[in-house]
């Protein structure tokens, strides 16, 4: 499966591998919010360190609006995306997605690897 997902604690990372839907996305958010294990103000880790797919305008505009969702879902507005320190194209675009849900109350950052993504999150609660 190219989406999968995994809790750590009170953080639910989500790996997208090689090329993936955003229905796969959506479909692993679904399963971790449906989790009996899920608390609400559990935070979301997007690891895309090993994603290959594309980035279109749509599926940054489909973020957006999937991000905006979480937080009446019980997920916390503190969003961490890991990305390959090498893909400086994933990283901007990352930035950009911080950016755009920010005016919507969504306190987005991106990383070079889990472990900073999981230490920003415990340091600062939400």
Not at 76 to 98: C, H, K, N, P
């Amino acid at each position: 499966m190219p989406v999968e997902w995994a809790r750590d604690g009170a953080v639910v990372v989500v790996r997208t591998i090689g090329n993936y839907s955003n229905a796969e996305v959506r479909a692993a958010i679904d399963q971790a919010a449906a989790d009996p294990e899920f608390q609400a103000g559990t935070s979301l880790v997007f690891d895309g360190t090993r994603s290959e797919a594309p980035i279109s305008k749509p599926d940054m505009e489909w973020r957006v609006a999937m991000l905006r969702t979480l937080s009446s879902r019980g997920f916390s507005s503190r969003v961490a995306i890991v990305v390959r320190g090498d893909e400086r194209y994933r990283f901007g675009l990352a930035r950009q997605l911080s950016m755009l849900v920010e005016q919507h109350g969504i306190e987005l950052k991106p990383f070079p690897d889990v472990e900073a993504a999981m230490a920003w999150l415990s340091a600062t609660p939400d």
